[in-house]
């Protein structure tokens, strides 16, 4: 299940970019007040495995902040906050409150973030590639001393296609694919592609073992209201 959780972080937050304001950082990600959005996490047999729901709570120029539910079977995972900052061609993460994030259901744990933030333009176009990213996570404290390692390399757009969304919408895609290696203690490489649609966002992720390798799960968006 850690890898589960922290697969599906990783493909939100630094795959997905997931809010952006209006107007200066994207046309993808709306940055609305009350938008909601909820993905559905399934295994390679399809079966679902929990909920991911994101919700824009407060807007105050170019930045904003939203709250992040994970649960399983009715039990929540993981709840917190983060916060997002636009620049004029892209978005700026903070990377502490993405860090708290992933460890917030752990108590009295200290927490240091470092890295490259991602950046989604504006234009996107198939073949275009797009810079790497890195995450470095120190933290201590209980349960004790945690190390974790995110690189995204190799990252592209490798295509498009047209997707129904949630709400009977037929929305084009551009499909973003890259690499990701992961070390927790253990490495755990993948390759992911997500379908990025203008004015929604993520409506899809898949994650393979490698390229063209076997699908290992799949996120999808099952409900949104903005």
């Known amino acids: 299940m850690k890898k589960i959780v922290y697969t599906i972080l990783i493909s939100l937050f630094l795959g997905g970019n997931i809010l952006m304001a209006q107007g200066r950082c994207s046309k993808f ?56 900052s636009c620049t004029d061609d892209g978005v700026a993460m903070d990377f502490n409150s993405m860090g708290g994030g992933i460890l917030s259901r752990y108590s009295n744990i200290d927490v240091e973030v470092t890295g490259t933030n991602i950046y989604i333009p504006n234009e996107l176009s198939v073949g275009l590639p797009l810079p790497d990213a890195e995450m470095q996570l120190k933290s201590g404290g209980t349960p004790g001393v945690m190390n974790i390692s995110i690189k995204m390399v190799n990252r592209k757009v490798e295509g498009t296609e047209t997707l129904t969304d949630p709400n009977g919408v037929s929305r084009e895609c551009f499909i973003v694919s890259h690499d990701m290696i992961m070390n927790m203690g253990a490495t755990i490489n993948s390759h992911t592609k997500q379908w990025l649609a203008e004015g929604i966002g993520m409506m899809k992720s898949e994650d393979y073992e490698y390229v063209d390798g076997p ?12």
Do not use: C, W
């Not at 929990?50 to 170019?62: A, K, L, P, R």
């Not at 699908?215 to 903005?226: C, D, F, H, K, W």
């Open 215 to 226: 699908l290992r799960g799949t996120v999808a968006l099952t409900a949104y209201q903005l």
């Open 29 to 84: 990600y709306p940055l609305i007040e009350g938008a909601k959005f909820t993905l559905t996490m399934y295994d390679q047999d399809n079966t679902a495995q929990g909920t991911v729901t994101y919700e824009v709570n407060e807007v105050t120029g170019d930045s904003g902040r939203y709250t992040y539910t994970m649960a399983r079977g009715g039990t929540v995972l993981s709840n917190a906050h983060y916060d997002i």
